[in-house]
């Protein structure tokens, strides 16, 4: 089975999403940080992009965010992504960029304008976790045109992965390290 051929993750990334490209699902990866007593915090982000050249994975976030908070004090997050149909697993140790309109004015506007109205409004109508008002409807207020000060995307680049394959008898597992420019690549016993 090809699957159970050394490959590298970025190469595999890219045919498992295409694989799993008509469920939604598939772009949902679970996103692990630390935060500053220690103690790991875990969510759900949606896959944006992927730099195949430099082993980075982009999302879209909110500075407001207990994530980002956690991520000023500690960069390194753990990702955990299975595909269903593909029945995949990726678990990616990573070190974690936030980009900002300060640091990439244009970089933050392309991603703003590729969000779609729905996902603007998220940004739109208050402060996270803050206390809602049970008699006031939520209103995405601003403008849809220009990023929110606190939008941000978040680039998670790649130290480790630990690929597994569940199709198949026996199971396909594989651990893939970062060596300078390049992937150094290790069949394991699953
Ligand atoms: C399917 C799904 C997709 C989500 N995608 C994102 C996302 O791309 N970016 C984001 O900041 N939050 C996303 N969220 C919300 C986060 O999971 C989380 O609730 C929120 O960001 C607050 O997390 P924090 O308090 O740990 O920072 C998503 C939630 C779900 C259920």
Same mark, same amino acid.
């Given at each position: 089975?090809?699957? $159970?051929?050394?490959? =590298? #993750?970025?190469?595999r990334?890219? !045919?498992?999403?295409?694989? *799993?490209?008509? %469920?939604?699902?598939? /772009?949902?990866?679970? @996103?692990?940080?630390? +935060?500053?007593?220690?103690?790991?915090? $875990?969510?759900?982000? @949606?896959f944006?992009?992927?730099?195949?050249?430099?082993? =980075? =994975?982009?999302?879209?976030?909110?500075?407001?965010?207990?994530?980002?908070?956690?991520?000023?004090?500690?960069? $390194?997050?753990?990702?955990? #992504?299975?595909?269903?149909?593909?029945?995949?697993?990726?678990?990616? $140790?990573?070190? &974690? &960029? =936030?980009? &900002?309109?300060? +640091?990439?004015?244009?970089?933050?506007?392309?991603?703003? %304008?590729?969000? %779609? @109205?729905?996902?603007?409004?998220?940004?739109? #109508?208050?402060?996270?976790?803050?206390?809602?008002?049970?008699?006031?409807?939520? !209103?995405?207020?601003?403008?849809?045109?220009?990023p929110?000060?606190?939008?941000?995307?978040?680039?998670?680049?790649?130290?480790?992965?630990?690929?597994? +394959?569940?199709? *198949? +008898?026996?199971?396909? /597992?594989?651990?893939?390290?970062?060596?300078? %420019?390049? #992937?150094?690549? /290790?069949?394991?016993?699953?």
């Amino acid at each position: 089975m090809s699957d $159970n051929k050394p490959l =590298i #993750w970025t190469e595999r990334l890219l !045919k498992s999403l295409q694989a *799993g490209k008509d %469920s939604p699902e598939s /772009r949902f990866m679970q @996103v692990a940080t630390c +935060n500053k007593d220690g103690l790991p915090e $875990n969510r759900t982000l @949606v896959f944006r992009q992927l730099d195949t050249d430099e082993g =980075i =994975i982009y999302t879209v976030s909110d500075l407001r965010t207990a994530k980002a908070d956690a991520l000023k004090a500690n960069a $390194n997050a753990a990702i955990c #992504w299975y595909f269903t149909g593909s029945r995949e697993q990726y678990r990616l $140790n990573c070190t &974690t &960029t =936030i980009i &900002t309109a300060d +640091n990439a004015p244009e970089d933050i506007h392309r991603a703003w %304008s590729e969000m %779609s @109205v729905q996902g603007k409004k998220q940004f739109l #109508w208050g402060v996270p976790g803050s206390v809602r008002q049970p008699a006031k409807p939520l !209103k995405a207020e601003g403008d849809m045109n220009t990023p929110p000060p606190h939008f941000c995307k978040l680039a998670f680049r790649a130290d480790s992965v630990d690929y597994l +394959n569940l199709k *198949g +008898n026996p199971q396909y /597992r594989e651990f893939q390290t970062r060596c300078d %420019s390049d #992937w150094q690549i /290790r069949a394991v016993i699953p």
